[in-house]
């Protein structure tokens, strides 16, 4: 589509030099993707800055640069610069602009929080399509649009191809769309301009610290999704205190909303009763007054606040309640999530790979997990490289509530895993003695762990260190007695592990299939 550049600027603070009247026929801020005739947009990141790239974008045939302050260029004579007083904001308006404001067109439910995002927007999407709705689905796992999968690079795509996802939507006859909003989404503008029906805050735990540095600083920048430049029915859990501040903000606000909680009487959905059994839960929750009992085909604890965040979300969307629980009886487990894995040869163990990549969501789910077992919860997981280091040794010490733990490798990036695995084994050690740790294998990733110090000696032996992660499922399995599970966590859905600058196919749920086959066709 063609569009001048009068006409996407018209409701945008601006100064415009050069020819309003340029005609616009795409967006971009990546000058290696400039065709001719777009628009470049300047970004000030946090490491480059856009506008030193303008002369690379003209060369590629940008005739409009949007930026923050004047650039001199060797030759400008044909070219319109269009100064803002923030490209980033800019951009995601003049994206809405540029593709008919599809949000506008939607009904939009934006879930955020440091968990259970990806879990509640499909449990949103599945309710709203047994509804009779048409649906899109935008987040980790991969976006839907109308029942057609598509992969995702980002949780939360940047604001141009935001605005293009959702103007599919539309054209696909799509009506409510459910998306994960990320922290990083929000502070880099990335749903700036989409306008929301509801918006949803699951909770907040640690995680993502390397980026915003402190959980007050965390919060705000959640908190954002609620302020009233988003303007929209609210769904808010409550079940800890940075809930219950973002509450108390929408109140005095006086905005439309509907709290939740596990383990809060006083929240508007909350848990009178539950069972937790191997496939499926049973709960009885008491919603806007009145009690009403459910039995879903998910597990865990932390998923009856999932559950409970996503019928406030669809209660909100004028979604009748009859009708929302009628849908979670039949609604899908999500890719990685406490996903059950099979074997064609017959098993007396369990295995479960899961995501759960944050202190919070370890502990949940090895909880979740000695829910539903009756023997051991054996758990295999690692630490991320070049990511917050503060959540590795409370993560080590989480682990520990298992009843046996290999610890292993995940994706090291850039870092190094030999001072990951310290980094874990440091706060294991707060609580275990180094005799409790074996290493196993020669390439472990981690120090002797005598060499750390020692802890509480009444701890028994439970836990072996193995660098090679697939060798880590193979041990763990073939430790395994009839009435065990074997917890693999960490990377769930994903399908690649990154070493330095390697990038290696690897799929968790692929991984523990075979290593199942492996030792059970040797038992």
């Not at 690379?56 to 260029?73: F, S, W």
């Not at 069972?275 to 007054?289: A, D, F, Q």
Request: hydrophobic residues 40%.
């Amino acid at each position: 589509m063609a569009i001048t550049c009068a006409e996407l600027f018209e409701c945008i603070p601006h100064t415009l030099i050069g020819n309003p009247d340029e005609s616009i026929s795409g967006l971009t801020c990546n000058s290696n993707e400039v065709s001719s005739g777009d628009i470049f947009f300047c970004i000030v990141g946090t490491k480059i800055d856009g506008h030193t790239f303008a002369q690379d974008a003209i060369d590629r045939g940008a005739k409009v640069l949007v930026c923050e302050r004047k650039i001199y260029l060797a030759d400008s004579t044909d070219i319109t610069l269009v100064v803002v007083p923030d490209s980033r904001r800019a951009m995601a308006e003049v994206a809405s602009v540029f593709y008919g404001h599809p949000s506008q067109k939607l009904k939009v439910v934006g879930i955020t929080g440091t968990n259970g995002k990806t879990t509640t927007t499909y449990l949103v999407d599945h309710i709203a399509r047994e509804a009779g709705y048409t649906t899109g689905l935008i987040g980790t796992v991969g976006n839907h649009i109308a029942g057609i999968e598509e992969k995702s690079s980002h949780t939360t795509p940047d604001s141009i191809e935001l605005q293009q996802l959702l103007s599919r939507m539309v054209d696909a006859g799509c009506d409510v769309v459910a998306m994960e909003v990320s922290s990083h989404a929000l502070d880099l503008d990335r749903v700036w301009a989409t306008d929301f029906a509801v918006t949803g805050f699951t909770n907040l735990t640690q995680d993502h610290l390397d980026y915003h540095h402190t959980f007050e600083e965390y919060f705000d920048v959640k908190s954002r999704l609620f302020s009233k430049d988003y303007p929209s029915a609210r769904v808010i859990g409550v079940n800890e205190k940075w809930g219950r501040l973002l509450l108390d903000k929408c109140e005095v606000q006086g905005d439309d909303v509907i709290s939740f909680a596990s383990g809060a009487p006083d929240a508007d959905i909350h848990v009178v009763d539950v069972e937790y059994m191997s496939n499926s839960t049973k709960v009885t929750l008491s919603i806007l007054g009145d009690h009403h009992t459910v039995e879903y085909p998910l597990t865990g604890k932390f998923n009856v606040d999932n559950v409970a965040c996503a019928i406030g979300a669809c209660l909100k969307l004028g979604i009748d309640l009859d009708v929302v629980l009628e849908a979670l009886k039949t609604a899908r487990s999500v890719p990685g999530r406490m996903q059950y894995i099979s074997s064609d040869t017959p098993s007396e163990f369990n295995v479960i790979v899961d995501y759960a990549h944050t202190p919070d969501a370890l502990k949940k789910v090895i909880a979740s997990a000695k829910d539903v077992t009756a023997g051991d919860v054996i758990l295999v997981f690692g630490c991320e490289g070049n990511r917050d280091n503060g959540k590795r040794p409370i993560m080590g010490r989480i682990s520990l509530d298992a009843d046996k733990v290999v610890l292993t490798t995940d994706n090291t990036h850039m870092d190094d895993q030999f001072k990951i695995n310290q980094e874990v084994l440091a706060g294991m050690l707060e609580i275990a003695s180094s005799d409790d740790i074996s290493l196993e294998g020669e390439d472990t990733g981690a120090m002797d762990a005598g060499a750390i110090g020692s802890g509480n000696e009444e701890m028994i032996s439970k836990v072996t260190v193995i660098g090679d992660r697939r060798a880590a499922m193979e041990f763990a399995m073939s430790i395994a007695s009839p009435g065990d599970t074997v917890l693999i966590t960490g990377r769930g859905h994903e399908q690649y592990m990154e070493y330095g600058k390697k990038r290696v196919f690897f799929d968790d749920r692929i991984e523990a299939r075979e290593a199942m086959e492996k030792i059970l066709s040797n038992s």
